[in-house]
């Protein structure tokens, strides 16, 4: 089978030099997934067992449909993968003929040159801020994991941003430039936390967020997406990716701090292969977690 070759530290960096969503973030991906990165051309991919991501977002130039189904092309011939994900602006013609299952959404994207907080915010950031402390922190803690299984029961997630959430400690602690804004009550108890990953040199990204009701603290989101702000800014970056709208709920959230619009997504598996009595017993183990 044809080989890619070896993907080295300059395919890292230059990948972060021009990444313009998250999945170009080589370390963020390779935590979440646990997969190896691959760079074919200019799109990148990550590659575990029987499986292959392809991000269809090109790192340079704009987005061609037919480039884009040769890099699909190229990576399956050397994968050889039972199960193909593909992210990226449209679907090809091809795949999406394919798709076994398929989703759409969009990415949002907060402009920091001439921003505006409107005053409301700035109150209610401010008004969080007299009963909570926000440290910036690296170490996903106890306090952190409970916040996610109090938020996950409470919470019906879709099967794969449950499964972000369940790699953020994997994330934390093999990215260093990852870190958690935790607001935490006058006594310690943790109200609501972010995850950013600050790797991109365009952009600092928003990776998830989550809210305690036993310690519930009003707007303690809102303090935290202005310390994201400000963080962004000290980090003299021109924007901050904020992830895919996800719900009507998210996306209206983030849309009143002045996320729009940025980039189409659209989300294809094709499965290739049924799996065999291995893979089918490792699929029902998953899905029990």
């Keep these: 089978m044809p080989e890619l070759p070896p993907f080295t530290p300059a395919d890292e960096l230059y990948a972060l ?25 200019e799109y990148l991919a990550f590659s575990r067992d029987n499986w292959l991501t392809l991000v269809g977002y090109p ?9 884009c189904q040769a890099a699909i092309d190229q990576a399956v011939a050397a994968v050889q993968p039972d199960t193909l994900w593909f992210i990226g602006p449209q679907a090809p013609a091809a795949l999406a003929q394919a798709c076994t299952a398929r989703s759409s959404d969009e990415y949002l994207q907060l402009e920091l040159d001439g921003l505006h907080i409107k005053p409301a915010l700035q109150r209610q950031a401010q008004e969080a801020a007299q009963a909570l402390v926000v440290e910036r922190e690296q170490a996903y803690t106890r306090q952190h ?12 997630l879709p099967g ?20 958690l804004l935790s607001a935490y009550t006058r006594r310690g108890k943790l109200s609501a936390f972010y995850v950013i990953e600050t790797a991109a040199r365009r952009f600092d ?26 963080l962004a800014r000290a980090n003299r970056k021109p924007a901050i990716n904020l992830g895919l709208g996800v719900s009507d709920g998210i996306r ?8 729009r619009p940025y980039l189409q997504y659209e ?19 998953e899905a029990r977690r």
Excluded at 59 to 67: D, I, K, M, W
Excluded at 206 to 228: K, N, T
């Design 145 to 156: 994991k409970a916040l996610v299984s109090e938020f996950m029961r409470r919470q019906e």
């Design 17 to 41: 030099d021009r990444a313009c969503v998250p999945e170009h973030v080589v370390a963020l991906m390779a935590a979440i997934s646990k997969g190896r990165p691959l760079r074919i051309g």
């Design 205 to 230: 990204a928003y990776i998830l967020g989550c809210y305690s009701r036993q310690h519930y603290v009003a707007h303690a989101s809102d303090l935290l997406f202005y310390q994201m702000i400000e």
């Design 160 to 179: 794969l941003v449950a499964a972000l959430y369940r790699s953020m400690p994997d994330l934390l602690a093999g990215s260093s430039t990852a870190c």
């Design 252 to 259: 209206r959230f983030k849309r009143k701090w002045g996320g």
């Design 267 to 285: 989300f294809c598996e094709i499965t290739y292969r049924p799996p065999g009595p291995l893979g089918l017993l490792h699929a029902v183990l």
């Design 59 to 67: 790192l340079a130039g704009p987005f061609v449909e037919a480039e």
